[in-house]
């Protein structure tokens, strides 16, 4: 049975690509089968994954409008290991087409239900508002994946995204829940960043993810090559950090699920690992992280 996460969050700049990438590639990295959908008509994610978007023959605009078939429409990420369904500007007009369609909030839901791979992890990066495009991602969804920066203003977009996640479980995808929270961009030497996490942590508990991505250069620089940063340097503090997350993702549903010994044990043994990893890099210089 797949995961599958929409990577939302209303307030553009949080980190919601990057994030859909690089999970994307960490846990195809620990060999889970992985699918990423790009939902956004920026197409950010397609060429953070080394997928020109302007040469596509199709895209999720097919899969949505024209119902095109998800093998038809699907591509590989050249470096990452990840399957993924891309987008681009012509998904903008989809969010129009869509209002006249039957059954327009469920067109993604439907198509990812006739996937004839059996995927771990499906994750979908959507846009930064709240349009059609990110409902279809809402309602084919089981969890919310919030990536945010400890701001002031990322607290008031945090709570207007749960209410929407609220709205949509109580009348469109009753399954849908809010599956943890990723703090981005993170500076400690930042009273305020510090502030906004420990309230993240009282309000939302162990829905905070462990797992803390520090600003970082080599975070920054790897779309520009088309790579997902584990691939660009895979000893960076972003790498690692990603890597962490996906252990961590992997460990709670590990619990949730009470998995099979043979899906349980071998990946805790590794991420584990990884986030001690992470953990000393990042006690030993906390700050802005230039690898």
Known sequence: MSHIFAIANQKGGVGKTTTSVNLAASLARMNKKVLLVDVDPQGNATMGSGIEKNDLQSSVYD????????LQITVKSPDAGFDLLPANGDLTAAEVELLDKD?????LRDSLSQASTPYDYILIDCPPSLNMLTINALVAADGVLIPMQCEYYALEGLS??????QAVSGSLNPTLKIEGILRTMYDPRNKLSQEVSDQLIDHFGETVYRTIVPRNV????????????????????????????????????????????DTGNSPQTSTGAAHNQYDNEF???PGLGNS
């Open 283 to 285: 006690d030993q210089d």
């Open 218 to 261: 080599r975070l920054a620089e790897a779309p520009s090559f088309g790579l997902p940063v584990i691939v660009y340097d895979k000893t960076s503090r972003g790498a690692l950090a990603y890597i962490a997350l996906a252990g961590e993702i992997l460990r709670r549903h590990s619990v949730e699920d009470n998995a099979a010994e």
């Open 63 to 70: 899969l949505l409008v024209e119902q095109t078939p998800l």
């Open 160 to 165: 207007a995204l749960s209410q929407t996640v």
């Open 103 to 107: 059954g327009r909030e469920h067109r």
